[in-house]
């Protein structure tokens, strides 16, 4: 996983269970639909991961395989760079912009054009990267 990976504890509620004629069930977790998701782990009560011998992941389901559930579960989810390497280049580009403008005036234009061509460096080019 990348280095700008966030990582998200999800808590799985008591309305997220969806229980079969059988008795048996499994839970749904919305928060896997969202863009850039990816599962990571199933979380027990006191953080500990939990043996994914204990558990089937299919899509947004979870069927736990042993007896009773347990009272408390969270899906840890990771956001890797598609999401969040866009918003901060933007971050930083924002910020050289600004940073740009206010000293526009004072410098000149060269200095600037310096600043934002090393800005956009950093974020990986641009039309200034040279």
């Not at 939990?50 to 347990?70: C, E, L």
Request: hydrophobic share 45%; with cysteine; aromatic share 8%.
């Amino acid at each position: 996983m990348s280095k700008s990976a966030i990582v998200v504890r999800v808590d799985l509620a008591p309305s997220d269970w969806k229980a079969d004629a059988r008795g048996k069930g499994r839970w749904e977790c919305a928060a896997l639909r969202l863009p850039g998701a990816r599962f990571s782990a199933l979380v027990g009560s006191g953080g500990r991961v939990v043996d994914p011998a204990w558990y089937t992941r299919r899509g947004r389901s979870i069927t736990w395989k042993g007896g009773s559930n347990p009272p408390e579960l969270a899906v840890e989810l990771r956001f890797g760079s598609p999401i969040f390497g866009r918003l901060r280049s933007a971050a930083v580009l924002a910020t050289a912009m600004a940073a740009g403008a206010a000293m526009a005036h004072q410098f000149g234009v060269e200095p600037v054009l310096s600043l934002a061509s090393q800005a956009l460096a950093m974020i990986g080019g641009g039309p200034f990267a040279g």
